[in-house]
Structures are given as C-alpha cells and as structure tokens.
C-alpha cells in the first residue's frame, strides 16, 4: 500500500517505532557495547567515529540482528555484540562511500569527509572495520565469523562494481541490481544470519532469515533510489538531487533512459555522463522521471523483493515480534527518510 493510499483510508502507516521500542533495552546494551569499543588513544578516531555514532540513524540492521536471534527463541546477550559489529561495519562503508561520492550531508548534517577530511575519513571508516572483527573474534563463533568477513569482502566488491560501472546508461538491469546486492542487500542478509546462528536456529530457520534480510536490503536500497526523486530534503537527510549531482546512475535513471527518444537521452547523457548541468536540469530529470513511470517501476520492483521477504517469515510461528517485522517490512516501501 502507498503513502497516499494510507492517507486516504486513514489507516496509521507502518513505522519503526514498534520495533524500536520492542528492542530498546537491548538498543542500549548496544549502544553502550559501540561507545566502550571505540575507547583509544587517539582523539581523532573518537572525534570521527563518535560524530558518526552519534547521529544515530534508524539504525535498522542492528535492530534486525536482535530480532532475528530472539525470534529463534535466543536469550543470551551475544546478540547484543554481533549487533554491535553489523553497526561498525556500516558506519565504516558510510565513510568510505561518503570519500567516493563527495558527499556533503548525511542525515541532515554534514558527513565526516566534510568536517575532517578524506584521508581521516578513510583511516578511521578502516579502524571501524578492525572494531567490527574484534567483535566477531570475541563472540567466538566459526560460523558467524565467516558470515560477518564474507559480507565485509562482498560490500567492498559492489564499491569496485559500482565504480565499474559508474555513469554506464547502458548498464542491464540485472547488472545493476548485483550492484546493490553486494553494496546493501548483504549486510542485512548477514545481520539477520548472525542472529539465527547464535540462535542455534535450524538451518531452515537460518536460511528463511539470511534470505528475510536480503529481500529486505534490496527493498531498502531500490526505495532510497527512488527517494531521491520525490523526497524533501529534510525528512531524507540530504539534498533531494544529490544523486542526480553527483552523476549516480540508479534504477530510476536506467528505466528513465531506456524508454527515452533520442532527444530525452541525449539530455540525460549531458547530465549524467557529460555531468554538465544546469539549475533546471534537475527539474526536468525530476519531470521526466515521472513521465516514463520510472518511480512506479522501482516501487514495484521494491514491492515484489517485500513480498519475497515477507513469504519467507511463513515459517515461524505468530508472535508480536514476527509482526513487528512484518509491519518493519511495510514500513521499508512508504518510509520518506
């Protein structure tokens, strides 16, 4: 269901807040565990790492390494720090991709590469990363180590894809969703992994869940696409346009281009591969976006991956937390930030 259609049969849209609030006790244990981690002597790591943290976020794929150990019945803590690690390991690719992009705002604020610099910025995204294996060596598991380094190696090859690939509007569609596949998708395909395995989960159960969280990161990355071609600047974070500015060929882009005349590519060359754009441009992108029914198309592809994560929760008994996480999952297709 759309924001709008919500609106017009005045039904409360889904939102993170239940699951939120379902896991805030254990939000803080994390918290706590991610602030103690980056203790050390150099105050420019804190500063950096501390900013980021700080700012908070959604901080979803955390939340989803918890909800999955204790929807496999777990009630232990280790959980608590594989969450922690998920965390550090996103926030260190957020550093790195925010040198890549040149990225000035995230989440409202301006991005570490901004306020310090690239080469700071990159050091301390790999001190994230050396947090984030501590924290996987110390929980002590075999398995869940290979989930959390495999998904490590994964990310850093869809940033090489991506770079590949980088203002190709000739790209496939499929090419294309390998891309966010390994840059997105796989850290939360391994957070909700981690948290069957210390579960000790089934293998069906680890399988539904590792699948859960991938249908979900793809859902996640293809709404975030189309974001930002329809969102206001304050409630995503950032300049609506930014992707548009800094020459990003997501799938909005590519179904635009590919149902183009030769006048309509010719525009979207200049200002995506020639990146020579004028003020307007940006609105005419914008117009011509909804002309070919572009965002609809991601909407809908967004839509089939929900309705493949949500096909994968069958096999777990009806609780308030299995609807939590599918309300999470609704929540993913009409959120706004």
């Known amino acids: ?61 955390p939340l989803l390494t918890l909800a999955s150990a204790e929807l496999c019945g777990y009630k232990g803590h280790r959980h608590v720090g594989l969450a922690s690690a998920v965390e550090f390991i996103h926030t260190a690719t957020l550093l790195h991709d925010d040198v890549v992009d040149e990225s000035a705002l995230r989440r409202g604020a301006a991005t570490a590469n901004t306020i310090w610099n690239n080469t700071a910025s990159v050091l301390v995204g790999d001190f994230l990363f050396s947090r984030a294996f501590q924290l ?47 840059k997105t998708a796989c850290l939360f395909e391994a957070a909700t992994h981690v948290g069957a395995l210390v579960a000790d989960a089934s293998s069906e159960k680890c399988e539904a869940l590792r699948k859960f969280g991938f249908n979900l990161g793809m859902a996640f990355q293809l709404t975030d696409d189309a974001l930002d071609y329809c969102a206001t600047g304050e409630s995503l974070g950032k300049h609506v346009g930014d992707d548009f500015a800094e ?49 609809q198309a991601v909407s809908a592809k967004a839509q089939s991956y929900l309705n493949n994560a949500r096909e994968c929760l069958k096999i777990f008994e009806e609780t308030s937390l299995k609807s939590t996480l599918l309300e999470t999952l609704d929540f993913v297709l009409v959120r706004n930030h």
């Open 1 to 61: 269901m759309s924001k709008l259609a919500y609106a017009s049969e005045k039904i409360k849209a889904p939102s993170l807040v239940s699951l939120q609030t379902l896991f805030e006790g254990r939000m803080d244990q994390v918290n706590e565990k991610i602030l103690k981690s980056l203790e050390c002597s150099v105050p420019l790591i804190q500063d950096i790492a501390g900013y980021l943290i700080k700012q908070g976020g959604k901080r979803l794929r």
């Open 136 to 182: 996987m060596v110390e929980d002590g598991s075999l398995d869940v180590l290979k989930v959390l380094s495999q998904a490590s190696a994964t990310i850093a090859e869809g940033e090489v894809m991506q770079l590949a690939s980088a203002r190709n509007l000739n790209l496939r569609e499929e090419n294309y969703l390998a891309v966010i596949g390994a």
């Open 247 to 295: 020459g990003k060929v997501t799938l909005p882009i590519l179904i635009t281009y590919h149902a183009a005349t030769e006048i309509e590519k010719a525009f979207i060359k200049k200002c995506f591969v020639d990146l020579t754009q004028e003020p307007q441009d940006l609105t005419r992108m914008i117009k011509l976006i909804h002309d070919k029914g572009a965002l």
